[in-house]
């Protein structure tokens, strides 16, 4: 046992170099979050809500909690930020003009959301004339322009406290192919190494651990893999370990030597339009925003239309190599038909 206990520490503070956990990492932006939301608060505000999880897009390739195996198909990550962005779009129901012979319903979510429209972000007081934001209405578009236009397309993780990281097998079409994911998931433009491109102190925000459990769990994870492969005496167990050098996706990690295996995150995300419409009944557009700009992102804004040549380059190339399946998850594929941004 005390062998056991110490091979345990000897590979917790391995880890915890590799991943350079630090309890202030997030610098200014952890008094920034206390002194706008209480996490307690919040986590109220959103107790009824059903929002996404990164667990979707490896589906069937990790058992949800407390069931011995899951069914869901994993969802390609094009369709799984084209769901993100009509998520995001709810918020315009606040300004949208109804349709002929239906209720206008905007005087009522105007009233219900008089704390979101209370005071905006100083952003919108920049970009938007005065006179507009004068009136309820003129608020209200301020705020979906916020998020439908500035932060478009973009999702970022919820809570960095419920997030994981689980080490799946490989296989055809994984989440690990790079052609499947467009260039809101990378890490750094072009899809770099972060060890190449990064200094340590900033790969913090691409979802590394930040408590001691979570690296424990790591630990456990490998331990119990070797134990099914039966090879804990010839494989070395750091083979396992996730490559925070090599990371090229937000949500993807490949293991340090071991070619059938990698790491995948896991954990609830949101959109800004999301989190508007979750807290917008409690809190206001200022702080929900300034909250918002303290989480990590998991993807970033979608491209302008000047990078989508980037994109359809990537979806030929998979297409050539024969992989429809990386091809249509692509934004702008069959399966996804994710819309352009003007």
Same mark, same amino acid.
């Given at each position: 046992? /005390? +062998?056991?206990?110490? %091979?345990?520490?000897?590979?917790?503070?391995?880890?915890?170099?590799? +991943? $350079?956990?630090?309890?202030?990492?997030?610098?200014?932006?952890?008094?920034?979050?206390?002194?706008?939301?209480?996490?307690?608060?919040?986590?109220?505000?959103?107790?009824?809500?059903?929002?996404?999880?990164?667990?979707?897009?490896?589906?069937?390739?990790?058992?949800?909690?407390?069931?011995?195996?899951?069914?869901?198909?994993?969802?390609?990550?094009?369709?799984?930020?084209? !769901?993100?962005?009509?998520?995001?779009?709810?918020?315009?129901?606040?300004?949208?003009?109804?349709?002929?012979?239906?209720?206008?319903?905007?005087?009522?979510?105007?009233? /219900?959301?008089?704390?979101?429209?209370?005071?905006?972000?100083?952003?919108?007081?920049?970009?938007?004339?005065?006179?507009?934001?004068?009136?309820?209405?003129? %608020?209200?578009?301020?705020?979906?322009?916020?998020?439908?236009?500035?932060?478009?397309? /973009?999702?970022?993780?919820?809570?960095?406290?419920?997030?994981?990281?689980?080490?799946?097998? #490989?296989?055809?079409?994984?989440?690990?192919?790079?052609?499947?994911?467009?260039? $809101?998931?990378?890490?750094? *433009?072009?899809?770099?190494?972060?060890?190449?491109?990064?200094?340590?102190?900033?790969?913090?925000?691409?979802?590394?651990?930040?408590?001691?459990?979570?690296?424990?769990? @790591?630990?456990?994870?490998?331990?119990?893999? $070797?134990?099914?492969?039966?090879? *804990?005496?010839?494989?070395?167990?750091?083979?396992?370990?996730?490559?925070?050098?090599?990371?090229?996706?937000?949500?993807?990690?490949?293991?340090?030597?071991? !070619?059938?295996?990698?790491?995948?995150?896991?954990?609830?995300?949101?959109?800004?339009?999301?989190?508007?419409?979750?807290?917008? #009944?409690?809190?206001?557009?200022?702080? @929900?925003?300034?909250?918002?700009?303290?989480?990590?992102?998991?993807?970033?804004?979608?491209? #302008?239309?000047? /990078?989508?040549?980037?994109?359809?380059?990537?979806?030929?190339?998979?297409?050539?190599?024969?992989?429809?399946?990386?091809?249509?998850?692509?934004?702008?594929?069959?399966?996804? #038909?994710?819309?352009?941004?003007?």
């Amino acid at each position: 046992m /005390e +062998t056991d206990a110490w %091979r345990t520490r000897v590979r917790l503070a391995r880890l915890r170099t590799r +991943t $350079q956990l630090g309890g202030d990492w997030l610098g200014g932006h952890i008094q920034n979050i206390k002194a706008v939301l209480h996490s307690a608060s919040v986590a109220s505000a959103l107790a009824g809500a059903r929002l996404p999880d990164l667990r979707d897009l490896v589906g069937d390739r990790v058992a949800a909690p407390g069931s011995a195996s899951a069914t869901q198909a994993p969802q390609s990550p094009g369709d799984f930020l084209h !769901a993100a962005a009509r998520r995001s779009l709810q918020v315009t129901a606040l300004y949208s003009q109804s349709k002929a012979g239906e209720r206008d319903n905007r005087p009522a979510l105007i009233e /219900e959301y008089g704390a979101l429209l209370a005071e905006l972000p100083d952003a919108t007081r920049q970009e938007f004339p005065q006179q507009q934001l004068e009136t309820a209405d003129g %608020r209200a578009r301020a705020v979906a322009q916020l998020a439908t236009r500035w932060h478009n397309g /973009e999702v970022v993780e919820l809570d960095p406290e419920r997030t994981t990281w689980v080490i799946v097998e #490989k296989t055809l079409g994984s989440a690990s192919a790079p052609a499947g994911f467009s260039p $809101q998931w990378f890490c750094v *433009a072009g899809g770099h190494p972060v060890g190449a491109t990064l200094p340590v102190s900033q790969w913090q925000e691409f979802g590394h651990p930040r408590s001691q459990a979570a690296l424990a769990d @790591i630990v456990d994870q490998i331990d119990e893999l $070797q134990g099914r492969l039966g090879n *804990a005496r010839t494989v070395d167990w750091h083979a396992y370990c996730p490559d925070w050098a090599a990371q090229r996706i937000r949500c993807v990690v490949p293991c340090a030597n071991a !070619a059938g295996y990698e790491w995948v995150r896991l954990g609830p995300v949101a959109t800004l339009g999301e989190l508007f419409m979750q807290l917008g #009944k409690f809190f206001t557009a200022k702080h @929900i925003y300034a909250f918002f700009r303290t989480l990590r992102v998991v993807a970033a804004k979608r491209a #302008k239309r000047d /990078e989508l040549g980037e994109i359809e380059a990537q979806r030929a190339q998979a297409a050539h190599v024969g992989t429809e399946v990386q091809a249509a998850s692509l934004p702008g594929g069959p399966a996804a #038909k994710v819309r352009r941004v003007r």
